[in-house]
């Protein structure tokens, strides 16, 4: 990785702090791995967003883990949920790990050969917590049974 690389990420990191400051949140910054950790409370839950700059990909990426996880009865129907969902995004996608029936929220931006402006930064932080907001409780919903597949269809 060249130096101009190494500058760019280190302008994007300090765009994306930045940002943060601009909304006066609170978050843990680590300057050496450019990485930062907030959480904000959305409609009705804790949000724990890990942002990163990874520096050798050129890319930012946005983690979230939500807080609705499958029982072991039900990791094939949430597999087939989160599919379903990514399915139909256009941005960010649900990670989902069936061997303990945990979700993760991730997006990314490459910004190999451009520049990461203050307005997509306001929309790759106000997306994420969007879909982390509104996907969450369809989610939850779904582990407790207060929603079918089926009805998550129908919806979607």
Same mark, same amino acid.
């Given at each position: 990785?060249?130096?101009?690389?190494?500058?760019?990420?280190?302008?994007?990191? /300090?765009?994306?702090?930045?940002?943060?400051?601009?909304?006066?949140?609170?978050?843990? *910054?680590?300057?050496?791995?450019?990485?930062? #950790?907030?959480?904000?409370?959305? @409609?009705?839950?804790?949000?724990?967003?890990?942002?990163?700059?990874?520096?050798?990909? #050129?890319?930012?990426?946005?983690? +979230?883990?939500?807080?609705?996880?499958?029982? /072991?009865?039900?990791?094939?129907?949430?597999?087939?949920?989160?599919?379903?969902? @990514?399915? *139909?995004?256009?941005?960010?996608?649900?990670?989902?790990?069936?061997?303990?029936? +945990?979700?993760?929220?991730?997006?990314? @931006? +490459?910004?190999?050969?451009?520049?990461?402006?203050?307005?997509?930064? +306001?929309?790759?932080?106000?997306?994420?917590?969007?879909?982390?907001?509104?996907? @969450?409780?369809?989610?939850?919903?779904?582990?407790?049974?207060?929603?079918?597949?089926? /009805?998550?269809?129908?919806?979607?």
């Amino acid at each position: 990785m060249s130096l101009g690389d190494y500058e760019r990420s280190q302008k994007v990191f /300090e765009a994306l702090c930045r940002d943060l400051d601009s909304r006066e949140w609170k978050y843990k *910054k680590d300057d050496d791995d450019f990485k930062v #950790q907030f959480i904000v409370t959305g @409609n009705d839950i804790p949000m724990s967003v890990t942002a990163v700059v990874q520096d050798k990909q #050129q890319l930012i990426a946005f983690l +979230s883990p939500l807080q609705a996880k499958y029982p /072991e009865d039900k990791r094939q129907e949430g597999a087939v949920a989160v599919s379903f969902i @990514n399915n *139909k995004l256009v941005d960010g996608c649900f990670d989902y790990d069936i061997s303990d029936g +945990s979700i993760l929220f991730r997006l990314t @931006n +490459s910004y190999v050969d451009s520049d990461m402006g203050d307005e997509l930064f +306001s929309y790759i932080v106000d997306l994420s917590l969007t879909m982390i907001d509104e996907f @969450n409780d369809l989610f939850e919903n779904l582990t407790t049974g207060r929603m079918t597949l089926q /009805e998550l269809m129908e919806k979607y």
